[in-house]
T-cell receptor
Framework: QKEVEQNSGPLSVPEGAIASLNCTYS??????FFWYRQYSGKSPELIMF????GDKEDGRFTAQLNKASQYVSLLIRDSQPSDSATYLC??????????FGAGTRLFVKA | DVKVTQSSRYLVKRTGEKVFLECVQD?????MFWYRQDPGLGLRLIYF???????EKGDIPEGYSVSREKKERFSLILESASTNQTSMYLC??????????????FGEGSRLTVL
């Protein structure tokens, strides 16, 4: 049973727009949440992490966490074609185990 | 920079062969992980290790085993490869301080084809 769910997309946005990526998780014991970006043919790389309810901003990226709703999101402002990738949501449970969603493909059209 | 190195980028093996995938990290990380990635299924955790000689099953351990004799090295073993183990295998590591166990650093991946 999947524990982290994402819409597979693809999500297509025009250059300069805000891209909104969403994720839900089923384990209320999940403590930490992560967003990874994966370019085609490459390995995932960490871009954001969030541990507390609310928003966390880093440059053009904002991660949002709502533990009551078991919901995590990633906003990408001023989207660029170079942001086109698959975005993986992940949650850590039980201290060491990190579970990933299947990923959302994002296309940013120039 | 953290570097996670996987020994082989591409492997082609025959059904029934024993396969070793090696992974080495250079950041003194306590935790190491093996995932496989398949289209539409995302990354699925096979095994992880939080200390030398310690190992824990992930979500899909069947058909796999692991070895961690040294802190920097984590090996994935397919005792008898089968065609349904054709996949991209990703090794990752993370530290344990400040709740950072989920901040994974990945190797470049090993694409295994079993014929």
């Amino acid at each position: 049973q999947k524990e982290v769910e994402q819409n597979s997309g693809p999500l297509s946005v025009p250059e300069g727009a805000i891209a909104s990526l969403n994720c839900t998780y089923s384990d209320r014991g999940s403590q930490s949440f992560f967003w990874y970006r994966q370019y085609s043919g490459k390995s995932p790389e960490l871009i954001m992490f969030i541990y507390s309810n609310g928003d966390k901003e880093d440059g053009r990226f904002t991660a949002q966490l709502n533990k009551a709703s078991q919901y995590v999101s990633l906003l990408i402002r001023d989207s660029q074609p170079s942001d086109s990738a698959t975005y993986l949501c992940a949650a850590t449970t039980g201290g060491f185990k990190t579970i990933f969603g299947a990923g959302t493909r994002l296309f940013v059209k120039a | 920079d953290v570097k996670v190195t996987q020994s082989s980028r591409y492997l082609v093996k025959r059904t029934g062969e024993k396969v070793f995938l090696e992974c080495v990290q250079d950041m003194d990380h306590e935790n190491m992980f093996w995932y496989r990635q398949d289209p539409g299924l995302g990354l699925r955790l096979i095994y992880f290790s939080y200390d030398v000689k310690m190992k824990e099953k992930g979500d899909i351990p069947e058909g796999y085993s692991v070895s961690r004799e040294k802190k920097e090295r984590f090996s994935l073993i397919l005792e008898s490869a089968s065609t349904n183990q054709t996949s991209m295998y990703l090794c990752a590591s993370s530290g344990s301080t400040g709740g950072r166990t989920g901040e994974l650093f990945f190797g470049e991946g090993s694409r295994l084809t079993v014929l």
